[in-house]
């Protein structure tokens, strides 16, 4: 990749949020030649031809589930739950770090959140996407999901609303709207620059198109700040009550290891934890591809690290106080519950995930280990698999040995229920690498404020 | 900068208002704290205890909670909380001082907690399936464990603070940023079991795992909105007139607005789900506190701790404002005391509502009694961490 394009910077100093050298210029210039004029890496088409292959495999799996129904899945009574609530937990979780990073982080004025804000909101939506895929197959005819929604209809009747599952169906779909509205608008300047930098007509077009007609006025920025102030504070309950309602699915009930107060902030934590756990996976790799040490530094990735250490801390809280509530709290069945876990069909699964996110997250105490990146690969890969493994094991260990002993059945995952799932991973790269491939995968106009010739000097401002 | 040149020390003005506040807070602690002893002797040991009880959760929240703000600020870094760095130093110096007021809970375990008697324990499946955890010695350890660590963590956290005074340099920076994240974690777990002793254990039969976060979030709430009051009380003396501008009091007002809708949340939830569970373990807590005259005073919790500072601090102005903003915070504080009260008390008086002279005593002795030793520390020390990183960007950020 030795074309003209490539930048070259000195190497950022620690604790730095961006490389010394870059000017206005070279930001735009190394963030849209990934778009507009290099060569396409051979990493991507890997990651992308995979992406792309287990996309195929979740397309011939969907057709399955529709031809034959989902009776194909390993859901029986009484887990009939199974992957597929595990999974759209998981996702839908994921997704939580991009709205933190681009709404949280932003009303919090931390301008390291401007380099890895871009991609991080991508990664929420086509996690959604993906999370939303569940509950829609689960629903085994996908194609009477408005049935959920509640509209006037001849049938006369609409959804009960006292049930979990439909406040799921709009706070996920608020959700997604809210993290469409914002990535969309965030995208606008950097479209326009797209639009100006092309050379190609047809990407021309379709940048202008989407650019909407932003000239960098400064009326458009005006207009622009307000508008993404609003919706960062739409965005900023959305952390919080995304998670809270879908922690609801499971405490509204009283099956046991379900119904414990603190799920609400646990599952928040939780989904924070896994989010930026697929953070760190999607940024190391792709800014050694692209040569983003500069703008992605050694910084972002520790405090990257940080947080993943502090939710990780708060989420031991929660298995060790699910433990002494289910003790203290005298219920024979929360107590059957949760020994079956640490001692039953799951005790395996139960205790890697103890392993993955309790033990493993530990090193992250060390700065050697946060200002390692491929350390950090491997402990986010880790907790990823832990936080798939809480989900799986809250749903499904529970399902499985409920009250009545004669009603106990094991779940047992078939190869669809696998082929479903690797596949929403398919889904997820493809969209992903689809996105690094046509926009530019880190915020242009914002990375050039972090520029100390961008801060304004008191005198100059009055 | 004049501020700057005098070191922040406390002015012999201010050194004057405080004494005189000192003076009043005293005497008002003293009789306060006297008549509610004079109940014990006169009235009723139980009463007592109750009342000593709840007043004193309501006091460890402010001390326990400014020493946790400590901790955040070393953890996180950042400007936002150079400007209560010392309010909150002084805050959690009064710790030994809770430590000394938890005697009396000690002395009334019996008075307070049925598991303590050993007969009703024989007598009780659930209580003697607890019993390994609730028992005097192990609930008087724990007690210490709490009280004895966050003492201990803040007499860390302020030597170090002394030596960046005197001496500047990276080291006591770096030592107390080592030790804010243990702590947090300590402080978290600490805060969780203390509720579970002193509060839950009155009702022993019920627990919720989410009774802890409340408490912290409760803790947070009232010793962020205590700053508050103390940062404005001090804006308006030399030297912290020179240097508090409603951009530091918009920050912290956003703080104290964040914590009265993480309250509500916690607390919303833990609500929700045990009203939809209704399970007999569960549903008697929220009963006993949804009648006889007490859901009145959980509807005055809702509007008063949630819907109310959540509809006024919305506002910018309203939060750059500082008497405005003094007004609300000393309101949430009101709120927090009737909130404990609406936690503890229920659980003594079964069935209605009640309400003793003893509570009003207690809760005005011994907060009068610890904010004198508050202002006594506060004094101490000069107004501003002078080698503090983030100062001169604190005093910027101010300015802009």
């Known amino acids: ?462 | 900068m004049i501020a700057q040149a005098t070191g922040f020390q406390v002015t012999d003005e201010l050194r004057d208002t405080m004494r005189q506040w000192r003076t009043r807070f005293a005497v008002f602690g003293a009789v306060g704290v006297l008549a509610t002893v004079a109940g014990l002797f006169l009235v009723s040991p139980n009463q007592f205890y109750r009342s000593w009880l709840w007043s004193y959760l309501f006091v460890v929240g402010l001390a326990a909670g400014s020493l946790a703000w400590l901790m955040v600020q070393y953890l996180t870094g950042g400007a936002w909380g150079v400007i209560i760095r010392r309010p909150a130093e002084a805050a959690a110096r009064t710790l030994p001082l809770v430590l000394l007021l938890f005697i009396p809970i000690f002395i009334g375990i019996r008075n307070l907690y049925p598991w303590s008697h050993s007969d009703l324990v024989r007598a009780d499946e659930f209580l003697r399936h607890k019993q390994p955890y609730l028992n005097v010695p192990f609930f008087t350890i724990r007690a210490l464990i709490y009280l004895g660590g966050w003492c201990f963590l803040s007499w860390f956290f302020n030597r170090w603070s002394a030596i960046e005074d005197r001496e500047g340099g990276q080291t006591p920076r770096r030592k107390m940023g080592a030790l804010a994240g243990p702590g947090l974690i300590f402080f978290g777990l600490a805060v969780t079991f203390m509720a579970t002793d002193w509060v839950l254990s009155i009702d022993p039969r019920w627990y919720s795992t989410m009774y802890g976060l409340l408490m912290i979030a409760g803790q947070a709430l009232s010793s962020m909105a205590f700053l508050i009051a103390v940062i404005v009380f001090l804006a308006a003396h030399k030297p912290m007139v020179d240097v508090v501008t409603p951009r530091h009091l918009h920050d912290l007002g956003k703080l104290m607005f964040a914590l009265v809708m993480l309250w509500a949340y916690f607390s919303f939830s833990q609500f929700l789900i045990i009203w939809a569970g209704n399970l007999p373990e569960e549903i008697p807590w929220y009963l006993v506190r949804l009648h006889g005259g007490w859901q009145w005073v959980g509807l005055a919790i809702v509007i008063g701790h949630f819907a109310l500072p959540f509809a006024l601090l919305l506002s910018r102005d309203l939060k750059r404002n500082f008497k405005l903003l003094r007004n609300i915070a000393l309101f949430v504080l009101l709120m927090r005391v009737v909130d404990i009260y609406w936690e503890v008390a229920p659980d003594f008086l079964k069935g209605s509502f009640g309400l003793s002279w003893m509570d009003f005593t207690a809760v005005l002795g011994l907060v009068g009694i610890w904010l004198a030793y508050f202002l006594r520390q506060l004094e101490k020390r000069p107004l501003l961490p002078l080698h503090d990183p983030h100062l001169s960007e604190a005093l910027e950020h101010g300015r802009e």
């Open chain 1, 1 to 462: 990749m030795a074309d003209d394009q490539q930048i070259v910077v000195e190497k950022p100093a620690p604790g730095e949020i961006i490389a010394p050298g870059y000017t206005f210029s070279t930001i735009t210039d190394q963030i849209s030649s990934v778009v507009l004029t290099r060569k396409t890496p051979l990493f991507w088409f890997a990651a992308f031809g995979f992406g792309g292959s287990l996309l195929m495999l979740f397309l011939l799996a969907v057709t399955v589930l529709l031809a034959k129904g989902v009776g194909i899945w390993g859901i029986r009574t009484p887990v009939m739950w199974g992957f597929a609530i595990t999974n759209f937990v998981w996702w839908i979780g994921i997704g939580h770090a991009g709205t933190l990073i681009s709404a949280i982080l932003l009303l919090l004025n931390q301008s390291w959140r401007n380099s890895i804000n871009r991609f991080a909101e991508a990664m929420t939506l086509f996690a959604v996407a993906c999370a939303g895929m569940f509950p829609l197959l689960h629903m085994g005819r996908p194609w009477l999901f408005y049935w959920m929604m509640p509209y006037p209809n001849t049938m006369g009747i609409e959804p009960q609303f006292r049930s979990p599952l439909v406040w799921d169906v709009f706070a996920v779909s608020t959700y997604a709207t809210v993290s469409l509205l914002f990535w969309f608008v965030g995208l606008m300047p950097d479209l326009g620059t797209l639009r100006d930098r092309t050379k190609n007509p047809i990407g021309r077009a379709i940048y202008g198109i989407l650019a909407m007609g932003w000239r960098g006025s400064a009326r458009h920025w005006s207009v622009y700040e307000t508008a993404t102030l609003l919706l960062a504070g739409l965005a900023t309950p959305l952390v919080l009550s995304v998670h809270t309602v879908v922690s609801f699915d499971f405490t509204i009930a009283i099956v046991p290891g379900w119904h414990s107060t603190f799920f609400p902030p646990y599952f928040v934590a939780g989904a924070i934890y896994s989010g930026f756990a697929m953070v760190l996976a999607l940024a190391i790799p792709l800014r050694s591809v692209y040569g983003l040490q500069g703008l992605i530094t050694d910084k972002h990735l520790d405090n990257c690290g940080k947080i993943m250490l502090a939710t990780g801390w708060i989420v031991a809280y929660a298995y060790m106080l699910e433990l002494f509530g289910a003790w203290y709290g005298g219920n024979t069945y929360e107590q059957a519950a949760f020994w079956h876990r640490m001692t039953g069909p799951y005790a395996i699964q139960y205790w890697s995930l103890v392993a993955c996110n309790i033990v493993a997250p530990q090193f992250l105490w060390f700065k050697r280990v946060r200002s390692s990146p491929v350390l950090l690969f491997i402990a986010s890969i880790v907790v990823l698999v832990g936080m798939w493994l809480e989900r799986f094991m809250i749903i499904v260990s529970s399902l499985a040995q409920d009250f009545l002993p004669s009603s106990w059945g094991i779940f047992q995952a078939t190869r669809w229920d696998w082929a479903t799932y690797l596949g929403t991973i398919g889904l997820f790269l493809f969209l992903f690498f689809l996105f690094v491939r046509a926009l530019p995968m880190i915020s242009i106009f914002e990375v050039r404020t972090l520029l100390p010739q961008a801060k304004v000097s008191k005198e100059g401002k009055r």
